[in-house]
């Protein structure tokens, strides 16, 4: 009968009291609050390492493209009549049909030609990621740009008029970012920039 009697007070020990739920409510609330504020970074800081791998490897195609066959994966009037910045930008909005153009060559696609000439004889897979089409986008749903030194002048030149910077690469690519502008105004790396780019 005493046991009985010490199993029943001993009933309001075994239980949480008002303030111990309180506490863990409250520690479960901040531990939410922590993860609400840090995952949205996180989850960007991923995005822009997958477009930095993404534009790594489309460079390094490249590469690997011209040192094969000896020229780059473009029209030879490409290559002839490259002269302005625009000519070896090939990327949206205004040659985004080129971009997927290339992005084909570079998977290994034998039926892409220009100006009568096979741009993948050989069939060799270059790039991977790229779907049948040549749609090979960021993670903010934009096709890559890439830019080539097709007129081998020593480096291509990403800034534009007035705040030109001789890259001294020959091939670069640039995701536009999670605002999916065609290029940032201000393409230094600053927190208002959010254009990835291969050769930073």
Avoid: H
Wanted: proline share 4%; charged share 25%; net charge neutral.
């Amino acid at each position: 009968m005493r046991n009985c009697l010490r199993s029943r007070s001993g009933f309001s020990d075994a239980g949480f009291s008002l303030v111990e739920l309180l506490v863990v409510v409250s520690i479960i609330g901040l531990l939410v609050g922590l993860a609400a504020a840090v995952l949205p970074r996180a989850l960007d800081a991923g995005d822009k390492s997958k477009a930095k791998g993404d534009l790594t490897a489309i460079v390094a195609a490249v590469k690997a493209y011209k040192q094969e066959y000896g020229q780059w994966p473009v029209a030879k009037s490409k290559m002839d009549q490259a002269t302005d910045e625009y000519n070896s930008w090939y990327g949206p909005p205004t040659t985004e049909s080129e971009s997927k153009d290339l992005m084909r060559i570079l998977s290994g696609d034998m039926t892409v030609q220009k100006e009568g000439q096979t741009m993948n004889p050989k069939g060799l897979r270059f790039l991977e990621g790229a779907k049948s089409d040549g749609t090979f986008q960021d993670p903010w749903g934009n096709q890559y740009c890439i830019k080539m030194d097709t007129n081998e002048s020593g480096g291509v030149e990403y800034y534009g008029t007035g705040n030109q910077e001789n890259i001294r690469m020959s091939v670069i690519a640039v995701s536009l970012g999670k605002n999916r502008l065609q290029e940032d105004p201000d393409k230094k790396v600053t927190k208002n920039c959010d254009d990835v780019f291969s050769w930073r």
